[in-house]
T-cell receptor, first 116, second 112 residues
Framework: EDKVVQSPLSLVVHEGDTVTLNCSYE??????LLWYKQEKKAPTFLFML????IEKKSGRLSSILDKKELFSILNITATQTGDSAIYLC????????????????FGKGTSLLVTP | NAGVTQTPKFQVLKTGQSMTLQCAQD?????MYWYRQDPGMGLRLIYY???????DKGEVPNGYNVSRLNKREFSLRLESAAPSQTSVYFC???????????FGPGTRLTVT
C-alpha cells in the first residue's frame, strides 16, 4: 500500500526562525513529489520535484528530493506570520491498480504556526 | 481569469438526498479532479478526468459519480447522500496529468 508520511504533524515557531518540514514516501513507480500550501481555503502549488538532489527555490522556500532514501524536505527561512498554514506533500505514482494507472497520494499535512 | 470555481460553497443535506457539485475552470486545462478532505485524513482523490471525454476512479469513488460535461466543467454527483460523505470537497485542474494542480475554493458539505 502506498504511503506518504509527513512530519512533524504540527509545529510552532517564532518569526525569523528557520523550519524544515519532512515528507517520506513508499510508492511503487514513483513519478513526482509535490508540495502545496493550504491556508484557510484551497491548497496552492509550491514545488514539483522529479529528480534527486536538485534544489528548487522560491524566495525563502526551498525543497529537495532524495529518491534513494525516499524523502523530501521543505525549508522555510526567516519565517513570517504569513507562512502560517498547512503544508501538504503529495506523491504521484503510475501503476495499474487504477483504471488509467494514475494515483496521487497526499500526506496528512504539517500545520505550521509562526508567532510574532 | 477566475481560475477554478466551485458551487455551492456550503450545503446541508439529509441522508438519502442527492445533489451535484459544480466545478469550472477557465485555464484551458485538460485534466480535472475531485478530492475530499477530512480532518486527520488529508486530501483523497475521488475521481479524475485526464482529458475531455474520459473519467477514472481515484482512491475513494464509492457513492459518487462524475461527468466531464465539456473541457471547462467537471461535476460530482452524490446520488444518495450518507453522513460519511460529510466533508470538504475540492475540485482541481491541471494542464495535463502530471502537472501541478490548481484548486478551487472548496464546498463544505454536511449530511445529517
Amino acid at each position: 500500500e502506498d504511503k506518504v508520511v509527513q512530519s512533524p504533524l504540527s509545529l510552532v515557531v517564532h518569526e525569523g526562525d528557520t523550519v524544515t518540514l519532512n515528507c517520506s514516501y513508499e510508492v511503487t513507480n514513483f513519478r513526482s513529489l509535490l508540495w502545496y500550501k493550504q491556508e484557510k481555503k484551497a491548497p496552492t502549488f509550491l514545488f514539483m520535484l522529479t529528480s534527486s538532489g536538485i534544489e528548487k527555490k522560491s524566495g525563502r522556500l526551498s525543497s529537495i528530493l532524495d529518491k534513494k532514501e525516499l524523502f523530501s524536505i521543505l525549508n522555510i527561512t526567516a519565517t513570517q506570520t504569513g507562512d502560517s498554514a498547512i503544508y501538504l506533500c503529495a506523491v504521484e505514482a503510475i501503476r495499474p491498480r487504477l483504471d488509467s494507472g494514475y494515483a496521487l497520494n497526499f500526506g496528512k499535512g504539517t500545520s505550521l504556526l509562526v508567532t510574532p | 481569469n477566475a481560475g477554478v470555481t466551485q458551487t455551492p460553497k456550503f450545503q446541508v443535506l439529509k441522508t438519502g438526498q442527492s445533489m451535484t457539485l459544480q466545478c469550472a475552470q477557465d485555464m484551458n486545462h485538460n485534466s480535472m479532479y475531485w478530492y475530499r478532505q477530512d480532518p486527520g485524513m488529508g486530501l483523497r482523490l475521488i475521481y479524475y478526468s485526464a482529458s475531455e471525454g474520459t473519467t477514472d476512479k481515484g482512491e475513494v469513488p464509492n457513492g459518487y459519480n462524475v461527468s466531464r460535461l465539456n473541457k471547462r466543467e467537471f461535476s460530482l454527483r452524490l446520488e444518495s447522500a450518507a453522513p460519511s460523505q460529510t466533508s470538504v470537497y475540492f475540485c482541481a485542474s491541471s494542464r495535463d496529468k502530471s502537472y501541478e494542480q490548481y484548486f478551487g475554493p472548496g464546498t463544505r458539505l454536511t449530511v445529517t
